[in-house]
């Protein structure tokens, strides 16, 4: 298996940021995060209690937005450094750091994350290619879930 190619990095990166960029406002950015949230939550219900500290309980409050916010620009960062090796495992090593000492969170949950991150991302972004996607966000989410449990 060829894992994120030089092309596929480029076509990634093209695409995320036609949809993620410095035109797309903080509402687009959080509703896109957002519905990356809820369809995590209808596949594993289990997983909203992960959530508690940053009141999941009200998805529309501020402690669950400024989550949903910071997630993302976690992910939008990964994704721009697609093209820089160095750059990419320091984030990605920096992201496994700060799951590590969080109770509950699994290598399976990263997997589920990968799943519902290609299908949310297939109706938003124009030409999706779910191969070329997967090749760059498994290496990402990987790197980000290593040493957690399983
Ligand atoms: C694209 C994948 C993901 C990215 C980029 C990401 C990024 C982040 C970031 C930046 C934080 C804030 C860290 C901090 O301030 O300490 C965070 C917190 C957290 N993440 Fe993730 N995350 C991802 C996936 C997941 C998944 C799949 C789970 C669980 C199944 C998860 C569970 C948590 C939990 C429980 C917290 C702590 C919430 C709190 O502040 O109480 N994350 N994540």
Redo the contacts with the bound molecule.
């Keep these: 298996t060829k894992f994120c190619s030089k092309g596929d990095a480029a076509i990634v990166m093209e695409q995320w940021s036609a949809l993620y960029n410095q035109d797309a406002s903080g509402m687009t950015k959080l509703l896109i995060g957002r519905q990356i949230f809820d369809s995590l939550f209808d596949r594993v219900p289990a ?1 909203v209690g ?2 508690n ?2 009141n999941v309980a009200d998805r529309n409050s501020g402690g669950f937005s400024a ?1 949903i916010m ?2 993302i ?3 939008d960062i ?1 994704i721009n450094s697609l093209g820089a090796q160095c750059t990419l495992s320091s984030i990605t090593s920096h ?1 496994l750091a ?2 590590v000492v ?1 109770d509950g ?2 290598k399976g ?2 997997a589920m ?1 990968g799943e519902v ?1 290609v299908s949310s991302l297939e109706q938003l972004v124009e030409d999706f290619n779910p191969d070329v996607w997967r090749n760059c966000l498994m290496p990402i ?1 990987n790197a ?1 879930s290593k040493d957690l449990p399983a």
């Design positions: 997983a992960l959530f500290r940053v989550h910071r997630v620009g976690g992910l990964s992201l700060q799951h969080r969170v699994t949950g990263f994350m991150l989410l980000m």
